[in-house]
Structures are given as structure tokens and as C-alpha cells.
């Protein structure tokens, strides 16, 4: 499999994650990552994050956010040679409860660093703080940020 594809594959095991529950999954990919939340704000590794998620994300009877993380035009950038990628992508999140109709929630960017370590890529950074449009989180938050 090529770099660009297992570097997608990345993306979108992140969302399959978070959108099934699995916050400690989730929060796994980032083990050996810098996740900055905003300017100057950086978590490292995978602990602070889950504590993150567990502190604002609803989880639902079914055990999941009852929502669809859409990760959409991935722009990857590759230098096999130093082992290490970025890549530019969108987000959109969809949710439907018992009490929303299924819409769009929230719409955004990550940009991401990756690094290849014994013949596989991983997340080196994210940098989550592009929050771009906001819909009603109060199905998907515990506590809804100010955009």
C-alpha cells in the first residue's frame, strides 16, 4: 500500500473511531502525537486527550456521539526519503439523536503531520484548533465551545 493511502486510511480510522465510541481508540492514534488544541495550547500524547474527549464528548445509550465524521479533500504531501507527510483535509460532522434530526453539526480543517516509524505512518501533530462553522452541538458536547 503506498504512503498517500495508509496516510488516508489514518483520517479515516480516526473518524471510524470517534464515531463508533471508541474514545480510548481515538485517543491512541495520537500516543506519540502533539495535538494543539489552539495557538499555544498543546497536548502530547494519547492520556490528555482522552481526557479531553471524555470531558466534552456525549456518548449516547448506544455507546457512541451518534454521529458521521466526514474527512473530505485530503491534500497529502510526501517526502518518503525523510519519512515524514503532511496533509490539509475537511471536516464535517454530522449527528442525529432521539431529539435532532440528522444535519450538519460542525465543519472545519485539520492539519496534520505525519511521521514513518518501522514501516509505518502515524500522526506526529494535529492541529485542531480550525473550528470553521458551528451547528447545534448540544447533542454532540458536554460543553459547547465559543467560536
Known sequence: MDS???ITNLLYR????????????TAQLFAKARFEL???HVLEGAAPVLALWQANVRLHEDGTPRTKHLITNPIVEVDE??????CRSYYTVIQSTETL????????????EFVREDGAWRFDY????????????SQHLLKIPKV
Do not use: K
Open 4 to 6: 498517500v493511502t495508509q
Open 14 to 25: 480516526y473518524a471510524e473511531l470517534i464515531d463508533s465510541g471508541d474514545l480510548e481508540g
Open 38 to 40: 489552539r495557538a499555544g
Open 81 to 86: 526519503e525523510a519519512g515524514r507527510a503532511t
Open 101 to 112: 434530526p440528522l444535519q450538519p453539526i460542525a465543519a472545519g480543517r485539520y492539519h496534520d
Open 126 to 137: 494535529r492541529n485542531y484548533s480550525f473550528f470553521d462553522h458551528a451547528g447545534d452541538l
